[in-house]
């Protein structure tokens, strides 16, 4: 297992209701983070990183707006800190999904999320490999190839700020990358070592 490092930085996860908090929170306390769970805009929009987790129908990303937390995360990343969206947190980075066609995303990447093709089974669960691209920082030292871990019904287009790229029917965006937003359709808590890695690399971040 990777050795822990002490990481003094505050990362809020954003709790509206629909994370998998627990799994997430334990991994950041692995790798020594200073992480924190809140509902709270207020801490949320003062963290020096955030991360948007998020299981289940993209309907429930709706909570964000109730709770007042999408402007506070939209301010943080307009400020230039470090935001990393997991699974249906990476979802709500593009401009919606059919899922919930009457939800808008944060539309920081362009496109819409879209159900698999008829060919393959959804939803897309297990492990499957990552088509890693140059340059990412959040990749940083991560293996071509490598495998992480998937459970979604719903993909993200291949857009030109797409870091790694995974084949199920049809591909898709595993990971998006642009200046200081980031994002993995995959549970990197739940893809041992390679996405412990990501994480650490996410809290290294300047």
């Not at 948007?52 to 301010?75: D, I, K, W």
């Not at 947190?89 to 593009?94: H, K, P, S, V, Y």
Request: proline share 5%; glycine share 10%; hydrophobic share 45%.
């Amino acid at each position: 297992m990777m050795a822990p490092n002490m990481i003094a930085e505050t990362i809020v996860i954003v709790d509206y209701g629909a994370g998998n908090l627990n799994s997430v929170k334990k991994a950041f306390d692995y790798l020594g983070a200073n992480v924190v769970v809140t509902s709270e805009p207020e801490k949320v929009a003062t963290a020096g990183k955030i991360v948007l987790p998020g299981v289940g129908h993209f309907s429930a990303l709706g909570a964000l707006v109730n709770m007042g937390l999408r402007e506070a995360v939209l301010q943080g990343a307009r400020a230039g800190k470090p935001l990393l969206g997991i699974c249906l947190g990476m979802q709500w980075l593009f401009e919606g999904s059919d899922e919930a066609p009457e939800l808008s995303g944060a539309g920081i990447f362009a496109g819409r999320c879209r159900s698999f093709p008829s060919s393959v089974k959804s939803p897309h669960v297990g492990w499957n490999s990552l088509a890693v691209k140059e340059g990412s920082r959040l990749l940083r030292d991560v293996a071509p190839e490598s495998f992480v871990y998937f459970t979604h019904s719903f993909r993200a287009p291949v857009v030109a700020a797409t870091a790694a790229s995974t084949e199920y029917g049809t591909p898709f965006s595993a990971v998006v990358e642009k200046e200081n937003i980031f994002g993995v359709q995959f549970h990197p808590e739940k893809s041992w070592n390679v996405g412990l890695l990501m994480l650490k690399n996410f809290c290294e971040l300047d």
